[in-house]
């Protein structure tokens, strides 16, 4: 049986425009239990670790500005106002969101609010070193496994500690 051909994202494309490797997953773990979420993870090599979501916010003197940290850690607001260049920062409201970056909740990628947007965007420093991680591929149950610096360099993206401590 052939191997079905999924179309690939806006993202995707950008990346391919710009020689930056990926390897492409269709797969979704917010609907699965635990055991189903580390069977998926461990059939495609990966630790839930590795997923990072990317957050939208506004600033009170930037407007929007993206975050970028582990699926299994909290955004230290404080943080990332400080790096952004804003006294404070608030998350977007759903239906802010996708206004904003044109994504649905669950979906942002980095790359597509940049080449859309080009808001600034933050990577937490956890990233720096890291040989991969797994960000949205803009559509829900898609992601992309890449090396982070070579997005950071895509999108102009500055590491720097965004994590709640």
Same mark, same amino acid.
């Given at each position: 049986m052939a191997k079905k051909k999924i179309k690939k994202t806006l993202p995707e494309q950008?990346?391919? !425009?710009?020689?930056?490797?990926?390897? *492409?997953?269709?797969?979704?773990i917010l609907d699965k239990t635990e055991a189903q979420r580390d069977a998926?993870?461990? !059939?495609?090599n990966?630790?839930?670790?590795?997923?990072? !979501?990317?957050?939208?916010a506004? *600033?009170?003197?930037? *407007?929007?500005?993206?975050?970028i940290?582990?699926?299994?850690?909290?955004l230290a607001m404080k943080k990332l106002a400080h790096v952004s260049g804003n006294k404070k920062v608030t998350m977007l409201s759903l239906k802010e969101l996708q206004k904003t970056t044109g994504y649905v909740h669950g979906a942002n990628n980095?790359?597509?609010?940049?080449?859309?947007?080009?808001?600034?965007i933050f990577i937490d420093s956890t990233a720096?070193?890291?040989?991969?991680? =797994?960000?949205?591929a803009g559509? =829900? *149950?898609?992601?992309?496994?890449?090396?982070?610096?070579?997005?950071?360099?895509l999108v102009g993206a500055t590491f720097a500690d965004l994590l709640d401590k």
């Open positions: 950008i990346m391919d !425009k710009h020689d930056v490797a990926y390897e *492409g997953f269709e797969f979704n998926l993870l461990e !059939k495609f990966v630790k839930h670790a590795d997923i990072y !979501k990317t957050l939208a506004t *600033g009170d003197k930037t *407007g929007p500005v993206v975050a940290i582990p699926i299994t850690q909290h980095p790359v597509g609010i940049w080449q859309n947007k080009h808001f600034p720096e070193t890291a040989p991969y991680f =797994l960000v949205s559509e =829900l *149950g898609r992601s992309d496994k890449v090396k982070p610096k070579d997005i950071a360099t």
